[in-house]
């Protein structure tokens, strides 16, 4: 998940009625293509009495995409405190910002932070890759772990990988959707087309630099870097003329 606070509750009341306004939305989707289903957020395990002995409950940790969805649509005002709190004059639980000296929980409410501002230039299919090798050992088993990383290579940048749907997130530019892992673990033979079309399926920027080590029994065999570039309009007419001479 996303960078994650927690939030804390007073009374037995305010519990009760956070947990039956979620109940009320079921589930939903926000502005970024996200599901969300707030009851999923909410620890459920709460009693009356744990709180009459006058301390502060703390009922969730949000990720950033649920709480950007929070301040534009829900209405408790103790919900809202919690979160001007915490995104309010120019901070936030990450770097939402390259306006510091507004209010972040503002420029969210008005659609103008850095998660609005922000549109991925993905290459896509359209990605071709160099590759810079450190290693050319020959591997001696198909069974090789794969640990890949992606550089920051702009200002701000800032990726993390989501295990369970296969894609990488810049939350350090904006970018609002779940992730697990700085990390994208796998395993398999190791192929360079098989990268390609990773690569591809990732939809990153050109520029991008990609970091692959595949390992055999814990020991790299294979180290290097893949950068993403745009493939130039002289290979695609060289490619629609090779096709036409068939």
């Not at 088993?141 to 997130?169: A, C, F, H, R």
């Not at 920027?205 to 990609?210: A, I, L, M, Q, S």
């Amino acid at each position: 998940m996303a960078a994650i606070d927690k939030t804390y509750l007073k009374t037995w009341e305010q519990y009760q009625q956070l947990k039956d306004w979620c109940t009320s939305i079921g589930t939903t989707v926000d502005d970024y293509g996200n599901k969300i289903r707030p009851l999923n957020f909410l620890w459920g395990y709460w009693k009356p009495e744990d709180f009459e002995k006058g301390r502060e409950i703390p009922v969730w940790n949000t990720p950033e995409y649920f709480d950007v969805w929070l301040i534009r649509n829900c209405p408790l005002d103790f919900i809202q405190d919690t979160l001007k709190e915490q995104y309010g004059d120019g901070w936030s639980k990450t770097s939402f910002t390259s306006r510091q000296a507004e209010s972040q929980f503002e420029l969210i409410k008005e659609h103008k932070a850095a998660c609005d501002l922000y549109k991925r230039n993905g290459l896509g299919k359209n990605a071709v890759i160099s590759v810079e090798w450190k290693y050319k050992n020959r591997f001696n088993d198909d069974n090789l772990w794969w640990w890949i990383t992606i550089k920051n290579s702009q200002p701000g940048d800032m990726w993390w990988y989501n295990e369970d749907k296969d894609y990488w997130v810049n939350i350090g530019q904006g970018e609002l959707k779940p992730w697990s892992s700085n990390v994208c673990n796998c395993y398999g033979k190791f192929n360079i087309h098989k990268v390609l079309r990773m690569i591809r399926k990732w939809d990153l920027p050109e520029g991008t630099k990609v970091h692959f080590d595949i390992m055999y029994k814990r020991y790299t065999q294979k180290d290097f870097t893949v950068t993403v570039r745009k493939q130039k309009s002289r290979n695609i007419q060289h490619a629609i003329n090779k096709l036409k001479k068939r």
